[in-house]
């Protein structure tokens, strides 16, 4: 009796999981788990950024670990979260444009600086301060490109 109790008790939180997030969205799932990569990413670069600016000392430990979280982050095969339909307009929490899935755009090549740039900051970045700060450039370059081109523009 308790097995049956818990599976139904398991059956009814994941069809409740369900229907919440189809409430909120055929895409809600996706777009959290992207957004939640991209806060991942924030966090690293948060770390490199306040080094780079002088914010907190230099510690290559540190910088090697955000960096290397970094690269790995952005290696994530991430697709299956960018279905078609989940941008803003269809969603309002989700912050990318429609434009992502354009004829002609140019995410891949997008996708392909940031993938440039985090590696170049994982060679860099346990070096020393000056190392780190050529790395944050391209970096910051490659995340502004997408940004610019493909979320909807922050206030």
Sequence with gaps: MKTLFAGL?????????????????PFAMQIKARQGIMAYRAVNLGVLGGMAKGE???????????????????????????PKGSDHDADPTSEALAAIWADGSDIGAKAKAMSDAAAAMQAAAGKDIDSLKAAMGPVGEACAGCHKSFRVPQN
């Design 9 to 25: 008790t398991v059956a009814a939180i994941v069809s409740a999981g369900v229907v919440t997030a189809q409430e909120k969205g």
């Design 56 to 82: 907190t000392e230099y510690n290559a430990e540190a910088a090697q670990k955000a960096a290397d979280n970094l690269a790995t982050a952005v290696a994530i095969d991430a697709s299956m979260l960018w």
